[in-house]
């Protein structure tokens, strides 16, 4: 006779065991959680399949901000202009995704159920360096995948309520995970906004300017990298921004992204000066 939490060959029956990922792999090889095998078929051509392209986050003095543009591509064709990559995770994080956008919000879904269900089992959520640590390990189950393309390299952050203060991580392709000091920026565009992020992060920066310089850099982002989209007034479309705070993830209403995009172009000009360089031709 097995005892009250475990089952035949010794895995924990159904609601003993806190990972929900777990829980669906030891029902069989073939679960929907294991992996499928490496395949070579180079007979085959390659599928094209949509990309995310550029997410950073930043700490300020309530917590984090998180945002995305809204663009997705197909190699070189736009796939969708309005594709979301910032989720919730729980009441108090949040994950933005850049790589496969199919395969990373298939994680993210996945990842969302893998704490809630740990929050009912256990009674209590998973701490913060908890799910950073859960989400390295789910990035790495996907290392199969990215050897085939399929490459998903997320950012996660959230408000840490037993330290009371923003937290923010970074991860590769393997799994490896880092805690972020300040900001950072993953994605194809990611260079250019962190640069924009370095010379305008400052400590303590309130809610309006942190906003603002997320929405900055992924406009700078979006003048040098094809891939990146930036903000269209003409269409509505503006970049995904959310605020992780003691209270919780709130969505930054596109009111307050409309006005820091404002906000910027008018301190640049760049309505007037057209922005970036053009090569011009005398034709005389």
């Given at each position: 006779m097995t005892g009250l939490g475990a089952g035949p060959g010794g895995r924990p029956l159904f609601g003993s065991n806190p990972s929900f990922s777990d829980l669906v792999a030891g029902s069989g090889p073939d679960a929907p959680g294991s992996p499928p095998p490496i395949q070579s078929h180079p007979e085959q051509p390659v599928a094209t399949f949509s990309?995310?392209?550029?997410?950073?986050?930043?700490?300020?003095?309530?917590?984090?901000?998180?945002?995305?543009?809204?663009?997705?591509?197909?190699g070189f064709t736009i796939a969708d202009e309005r594709i979301e990559k910032v989720f919730p995770a729980d009441e108090h994080s949040a994950v933005a995704i850049a790589g496969a956008a199919g395969q990373a919000t298939e994680i993210v879904r996945?990842?969302?159920?893998?704490?809630?269900?740990?929050?009912?089992?256990?009674?209590?959520?998973?701490?913060?360096?908890g799910k950073a640590n859960r989400l390295a390990q789910m990035i790495r189950g996907n290392f199969p995948m990215a050897l085939q393309g399929l490459v998903v390299v997320p950012l996660f952050g959230g408000f840490d309520e037993r330290r009371a203060e923003g937290r923010l991580f970074r991860y590769d392709v393997t799994g490896g995970r880092w805690e972020e000091a300040d900001y950072h920026s993953t994605g194809s565009g990611s260079l250019h906004a962190r640069g924009t992020l370095k010379k305008g992060w400052r400590r303590g920066l309130d809610r309006g300017a942190a906003v603002q310089l997320a929405v900055e850099a992924l406009y700078d982002a979006s003048q040098e990298d094809v891939a990146t989209g930036g903000p269209n007034p003409l269409r509505g479309i503006y970049p995904s921004v959310k605020a992780m705070t003691a209270a919780g993830v709130e969505i930054v209403p596109e009111d307050e992204v409309r006005a820091a995009f404002q906000t910027i172009v008018g301190e640049t000009h760049e309505g007037v000066r057209g922005g970036g360089s053009q090569a011009k031709e005398d034709l005389d």
């Open positions: 990309h995310g392209t550029t997410v950073l986050a930043l700490k300020y003095a309530d917590g984090v901000i998180m945002a995305g543009d809204r663009r997705a591509v197909e996945l990842f969302q159920t893998e704490l809630e269900h740990y929050e009912k089992v256990e009674g209590e959520r998973l701490s913060m360096e």
